[in-house]
């Protein structure tokens, strides 16, 4: 299984992760869901997986935006990198506007 990391804006892929300790890609029905995966912390990994780049896996649908990105020692001294996020679906919750007000009539007499 591969992680296949895009950039933020052009969605365009920029490399693949395929040595990985764990991950995990937690689908929801009803909310946005999430992932977190720990890598090992190299020169490629730190230049690649930067907050807001774009994670996909072969063969899923799921899109998942990377949050944080944190540096960390394992037990046995290790060195990871461990990168979490949202699903895509996730930045809509970001861009609504929940509470919209209909004001109908003249400006001035709706602003007072």
């Known amino acids: 299984m591969e992680l296949i990391i895009r950039n933020e804006n052009t969605l365009q892929p920029m490399g693949l992760i395929d040595d990985y300790y764990s991950i995990i890609w937690n689908v929801k029905y009803f909310t946005a869901g999430d992932f977190s995966f720990s890598v090992p912390m190299n020169a490629h990994n730190i230049e690649l997986l930067q907050k807001n780049r774009f994670v996909t896996r072969n063969g899923l649908k799921e899109i998942g935006v990377i949050d944080t990105v944190s540096k960390q020692r394992t037990a046995e001294g290790q060195k990871i990198l461990t990168v979490s996020g949202l699903f895509a679906n996730g930045l809509l919750a970001r ?18």
């Not at 861009?95 to 007072?112: D, E, F, H, M, S």
Request: no cysteine.
């Open 95 to 112: 861009r609504i506007i929940w509470n919209a007000t209909l004001l109908n009539g003249r400006v001035p007499v709706q602003v007072r």
